[in-house]
Structures are given as structure tokens and as C-alpha cells.
């Protein structure tokens, strides 16, 4: 009798070591799948921003225009802000996919624009975008 029970013990100990084993393979497995697939990062975007806001800040225009309300936004519509008639003209929706085209080479995009920046970085962007919308894609306060 005293032989059986600490075998039995023994024999639970492994079937829960390899259940849990392979739980947390697949838990690992899906927590390393996940950030590479999309996973835009506007906490990183905020960070990047800062690189923006040498010329811009979501409530005032400064060399570059003001950015509330930027996300889904036909370019060159801010009222108060003088623009080149390239981007005023271009008729662009800002948007994800624009965006991006406008982040990586605003030149390419707009030829005659006045912003001479670009983000180099696929994750930068993405993440700088998720931030604009967040902060920026509400109708701009008065
Ligand atoms: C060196 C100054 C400068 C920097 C830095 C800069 N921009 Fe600009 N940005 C401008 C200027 C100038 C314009 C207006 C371009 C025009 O009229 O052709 C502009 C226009 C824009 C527009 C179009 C807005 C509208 O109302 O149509 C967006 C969007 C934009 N910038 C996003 C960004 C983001 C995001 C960053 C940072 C990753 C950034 N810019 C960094 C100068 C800058």
C-alpha cells in the first residue's frame, strides 16, 4: 500500500508538468505571433511624434499645419494655414495607407510639397500613424 501512493503522485506530477508544458508552448507561441503580425504602437508613436513636432502640434499651425483632426482629413484644408499649392491641390485623404506613402516620401507623393521629412522606418510609421488617429482623428476643437 505505501508503495502506490507515492507512484501515483509521482505519475500525476507528470501528466500535470506535461500538460502545462504544452500550454505554455502554445500560450508562447501565441504571444510571439502576435506583435510582429500588426500591432501598431501608439505609445511609440507618441515618441516619434516628437520628431513632428519640430514643426507641428495637433492644436496650433507652425511651419507645418496643425494636425487635429488630420486622420481622415482631405489634405491642404486646414483654413488658416498657407499651403503649397501641391498639397492643396493633391486632393489626398489622409488615411493609413496615404499616410504611410506621405511618411516614407512626402516628395514622391506630392511633388511640390513643402515638407522635407521623411520616416524611414515601416514601424515608425505605422506606429506614428495609430497615435495621429488616436489623438488627432477627432473633429478639430475650435
Ligand atoms: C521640418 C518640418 C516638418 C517636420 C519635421 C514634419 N512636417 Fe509634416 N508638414 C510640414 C510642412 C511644411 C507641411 C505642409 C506641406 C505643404 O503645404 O506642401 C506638412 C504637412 C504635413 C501633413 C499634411 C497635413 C494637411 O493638413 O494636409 C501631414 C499629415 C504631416 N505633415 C505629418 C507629419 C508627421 C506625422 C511628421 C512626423 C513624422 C511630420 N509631418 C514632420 C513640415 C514638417
Not at 506535461?18 to 515618441?47: F, I, N
Not at 496615404?98 to 516614407?104: E, F, N, P, R, V
Request: proline fraction near 6%; charge should be positive.
Amino acid at each position: 500500500m505505501r508503495s502506490v501512493l507515492p507512484r501515483t503522485t509521482r505519475a500525476r506530477a507528470m501528466t500535470v508538468a506535461r500538460c502545462c508544458g504544452l500550454a505554455s508552448l502554445a500560450l508562447l507561441a501565441a504571444l510571439q505571433a502576435q506583435p510582429a503580425a500588426v500591432a501598431a504602437d501608439a505609445a511609440h508613436g507618441a515618441q516619434v511624434y516628437k520628431t513632428c513636432a519640430l514643426c507641428h502640434s495637433f492644436e496650433r499651425n507652425g511651419a507645418g499645419p496643425k494636425h487635429a483632426g488630420v486622420f481622415g482629413r482631405t489634405a491642404g484644408t486646414v483654413p488658416d494655414y498657407r499651403y503649397s499649392p501641391a498639397l492643396a491641390k493633391s486632393g489626398i485623404v489622409w488615411n493609413d495607407a496615404t499616410l504611410d506613402k506621405w511618411l516614407a516620401d512626402p516628395q514622391a507623393l506630392v511633388p511640390g510639397t513643402k515638407m522635407f521629412f521623411n520616416v524611414d522606418s515601416a514601424q515608425d510609421r505605422a506606429d506614428v500613424i495609430e497615435y495621429l488617429e488616436q489623438k488627432g482623428g477627432a473633429v478639430p476643437t475650435p
